[in-house]
């Protein structure tokens, strides 16, 4: 079945930077366009950087310049490179196909003080 697994969040300090992972499986990762999406509290779900399977990206933007997506298909691994960061990122981090499907990993928490 389909699992995403999130990981590399935290608590930093606004200024800061993190570099989340997603590892997928139950799907082939190299045929979907994939994205990362965050959830602060009391806010929607929102989409925050995707990528193609042909390694075309595109962001917010109000993101575009400080959040870069990449991919590397033989792990079957999304990143996401956050730099910049401000306390308005603070949000559980998602990957997931993009559109996304219905199966949400557990997500990564990040959290920027200011």
């Known amino acids: 079945q389909v699992q995403l697994v999130e990981s590399g969040g935290g608590l930093v300090r606004a200024g800061g930077s993190l570099t989340l992972s997603c590892v997928a499986s139950?799907?082939?990762?190299?045929?979907?366009?994939m994205g990362w999406y965050r959830q602060a509290p009391g806010k929607q779900r929102e989409l925050v950087a995707g990528i193609t399977n042909t390694g075309s990206t595109n962001y917010p933007v109000a993101l575009k310049g400080r959040f870069t997506i990449s991919r590397d298909n033989a792990k079957n691994t999304v990143y996401l490179q956050m730099n910049s960061l401000k306390p308005e990122d603070t949000a559980v981090y998602y990957c997931?196909?993009?559109?996304?499907?219905?199966?949400w990993g557990q997500g990564s928490q990040v959290t920027v003080s200011s």
């Open positions: 997931n196909r993009m559109p996304p499907s219905n199966n």
């Open positions: 139950g799907f082939i990762f190299a045929y979907n366009n």
